[in-house]
């Protein structure tokens, strides 16, 4: 998985809090991906990564957008949960929730201003 995810360390044997934020994620998916589940659930998957990390991470076919779809080819069902826009660029559909309830869905081609307006229960159309 380290050479799969392109996880830069010098060894196997090196604390992951050590690593580079990025890295660090990259541990994380390679742990999430290591026993092919069923449904890969992703929190959050750029918190607390610095700014450059987190575009590797987010375009790169060699990491996340690449290794969550080719997950999702296989079959895997792939839910990510996060509040930051650029998590969600990937995703089929977007279900906008608020105190436990799903408020608006949206599908695939959405816009950065539908989803803002979804969240903050803005009508685009009044």
Do not use: Y
């Amino acid at each position: 998985m380290t050479e799969k995810l392109a996880i830069k360390t010098p060894g196997p044997d090196l604390p992951v809090s050590s690593l580079s934020g990025g890295n660090q994620q990259k541990v994380v998916m390679a742990r999430a991906l290591a026993d092919d589940p069923r449904l890969l659930v992703l929190i959050n998957p750029t918190a607390g990564v610095d700014v450059r990390s987190k575009e590797f991470l987010l375009r790169s076919k060699e990491f996340l957008l690449g290794k969550v779809e080719e997950t999702a080819r296989t079959g895997t069902g792939v839910l990510i949960a996060s509040d930051e826009l650029d998590d969600l660029l990937m995703c089929d559909r977007i279900l906008v929730m608020f105190q436990g309830r799903v408020t608006t869905g949206i599908a695939r081609g959405w816009h950065d201003h539908d989803l803002v307006a979804a969240t903050e229960a803005v009508d685009l159309n009044a």
